[in-house]
């Protein structure tokens, strides 16, 4: 696609549950992110992948969360067990590359509402 | 521990005057400095960078300046346009955190016509 994709954009959760968050990266891209915008903060790494490098996740807030990447392209970023501290919007990201000197392109987000 | 922080929560100038984002950082491994806009709803949008080569970057506009004696960075919007208005977030990258963005909390600049 033209752009980074994200689905749903909107998803709003009972505690307790588990939600999974999707991201279609740009194609080529071999790196992706995942960041979350909880209100009024700034954004907060959660986890990266760069090819076939095993993946970042040292900004996982907690062992409910965990995130996989698929045959190097789409991402699932899932919440078990979902607190109202997680209620947030979810930002994937990718790039070309990765690492230094590589601009991050990023989807419109998912806004979860944990109630 | 906030490694990147922008002070000014919001920043209001007047159309076709200069509006000045300031960000700050800790982390003395860090050497690529990035700055992105976003509006409301949207993904954040990548808009200028700067290596820590350079003190200096210009596009358009827009001029990043760096000063790393400091560990200081400042974004220049000159002039300013109501289309402008949006929030900045400032990032960066380096060290240990290779590959990882490092965001600061933002400013929401309010250009006003």
């Known amino acids: 696609g033209a752009g980074v994709s994200q689905s749903p954009s909107n998803k709003v959760t009972e505690k307790g549950k588990d939600v999974e968050l999707r991201c279609d990266p ?10 979350r915008q909880s209100l009024g903060q700034g954004l907060e790494f ?23 990447r698929t045959g190097g392209s789409v991402s699932t970023l899932t919440i078990q067990r979902t607190q109202q501290e997680d209620s947030a919007v979810y930002l994937c990201a990718s790039s070309l590359e990765g690492g230094l000197n590589t601009e991050a392109f990023f989807g419109q987000g998912t806004r979860l509402t944990v109630v | 521990d906030q490694q990147v922080k922008q002070n000014s929560p919001s920043l209001s100038v007047q159309e076709g005057r200069i509006s000045i984002l300031n960000c700050d950082y800790t982390n003395s491994m860090f050497d690529y400095f990035l700055w992105y806009k976003k509006y409301p709803a949207e993904g954040p949008t990548f808009l200028i960078s700067i290596s820590s080569i350079k003190d200096k970057n210009e596009d358009g506009r827009f001029t990043v300046f760096l000063n790393k004696s400091a560990k200081h960075l400042s974004l220049h919007i000159v002039p300013s346009q109501p289309g402008d208005s949006a929030v900045y977030f400032c990032a960066a990258t380096g060290g240990t955190s290779y590959g990882k963005l490092t965001f600061g909390q933002g400013t929401i600049l309010t250009v006003h016509p």
Not at chain 1, 26 to 35: N, R
């Open chain 1, 46 to 68: 959660l986890i990266y992948f760069q090819g076939n490098s095993a993946p970042d996740k040292s900004g996982l807030p907690s062992d409910r969360f965990s995130a996989e």
């Open chain 1, 26 to 35: 740009i194609s080529g891209h071999t790196a992706l992110y995942w960041y």
